[in-house]
């Protein structure tokens, strides 16, 4: 069986102009991204004259759209007043109900920029409370804005909200079994979360993974905390992780958002993550040229 995967990447991640990032892209011989902040505006809150230049540069520099990396949920509960409790990436602190509003404005979005995935998040984490009754509101609504839509609705595991470990997002799979809703998975997160990747939780959610998100970091215990790294140095085991996906079928992106600036350099940090992964899906029979 030949399994695909590709390289995919987030250009905002670098922390220059979006043009510059998709000609650095393509230079490296990259052709997909998941679209999140266009220069600093998060993808929600482009405006229409916007989105028609943003789709002039994917056009010039030959990218296609893989997911649609949108902010939806990575908010406090339900009732509960607007705040930032992590990274939001450009995105405007907003309440749950602002968010519900704005799942038709993400899913046209993802139609206009041909992307089959829309992203979706668990909430702020608030150790002790009872969030399983407002996520599975979440993902109902989510579910009924892209009913029909030809976009899949997908949630991604995130440290700073309740879904962030490997054992979290195997219990969300076995919670929401429809087959409309799948995951993406990021490893990186979990191990940032003080859970490196179990294979028993893997098998839980691997025939729903959509896309699969690339970060490393190595945990400092003089600090008391992790710190990116080049994918591959970390404490992820991504020799294991590519396996997994292999071995599983997996095909599809592989996005690269390595959160990692040697030296306050974002852009050498990408370059050198996508060098390393390279590296390590070779022997793993995993063609990422």
Known sequence: MEVVMFLSYLPDEMKIDFETALRLGAEWGLRAIDLRAVDGVNVIDLSDEQVEQTQRLLARYGMRVTGLATPFFKCTFPGQEADDQGHTHGARPLTYADHVALLPRGVRLAQLFGAPYLRIFSFWR??????????????????????????????????????????????????????????????????????PPRAADFAHFAGRIAQVHLKDSRYNPALGKSSATVIGAGDTDYHAQLRWLHDTGYTGALTLEPHYCPGGDCVEGMRQSIAAIRRIAEPVGVDLS
């Open 126 to 195: 608030q150790e002790g409370a009872d969030f399983w009754p407002a996520l599975t509101a979440a993902v109902e609504a989510t579910l009924d804005a892209t009913a029909g839509s030809g976009v899949i609705p997908c949630l991604e595991n995130e440290g700073a909200c309740f879904i962030g470990t490997s054992a979290e997002l195997a219990e969300a799979a076995q919670r929401f079994a429809d087959a409309r809703f799948q995951f993406i998975w990021d490893p990186g997160n979990s191990t940032h979360r003080g859970m």
